[in-house]
């Protein structure tokens, strides 16, 4: 039966959601393309019409989901642009997110991950990273004295604040110091909102 183009283009959103929410979840290493496929509601057969490898698969999907993320910070810088930087570390640094990072910020999840990965995927969270920092430079509060180079420095210590934050809190087992180390670094961070 041949696949409308329509259609076509659907299941490949869908793998790419599926396959980022359980990369997320497990790790690179920790879930296969018949997983995903299964996960995606499709054949393992179907797989290499969309993708070349596991590894375009895993770059794709990782581009897919840190593009989306910097459409959601956008959005709300947009929205609520007195408050966006206040309530982004609320809702990064909180426990939901903590407790979930297949719904989560694929940085905190992958960023590991990618150290280990080959050039495509190293790429990928490369121009993601850098696209976040972007955005996030766009919520820091203006301040017209501040120097471009100290927009941007903040925003990268930010993000690697945040990014680290959460990997730290999901990594211990004590319930009291992971929610610690969020609460810690969500009040340092919250000077930046009003200091910067």
């Known amino acids: 039966m041949k696949v409308s183009r329509e259609q076509f283009l659907e ?30 509601g ?19 999907a990782s581009e897919a989901s840190m593009a989306r993320t910097v459409e959601k910070w956008r959005e ?13 570390i609320g809702h990064y640094l909180s426990e939901r997110h903590r407790d979930s990072p297949g719904e989560g910020c694929m940085l905190a999840a992958l960023a590991s991950d ?3 990965e080959g050039p495509e995927i190293r790429q990928c969270f490369a121009d993601g990273v850098t696209s976040m920092i972007e955005s996030l430079e766009s919520l820091l509060p203006g301040d017209a004295g501040a120097e471009a180079a100290d927009t941007r420095r903040t925003a990268i210590a930010t993000m690697a604040e ?4 959460m990997v730290l809190s ?26 910067h």
């Open 76 to 88: 709300q810088g947009q929205s609520h642009p007195d408050s966006a930087l206040a309530t982004f």
């Open 11 to 40: 299941n490949r959103e869908r793998i790419l959601e599926v396959a980022s929410k359980m990369f997320r979840e497990k790790g690179f290493d920790g879930v296969g393309v018949a997983d995903i496929m299964n996960g995606a």
């Open 170 to 195: 999901r990594a211990v087992s004590d319930a009291a110091l992971s929610k610690e180390i969020l609460g810690a670094v969500s009040d340092d961070l919250q000077t930046v909102c009003h200091s």
């Open 42 to 60: 499709m054949t393992h057969g179907g797989f290499y019409r969309h993708f070349a490898s596991k590894e375009d698969l895993a770059a794709k």
């Open 114 to 116: 990618a150290a280990r």
């Open 162 to 165: 945040l990014v680290g934050a």
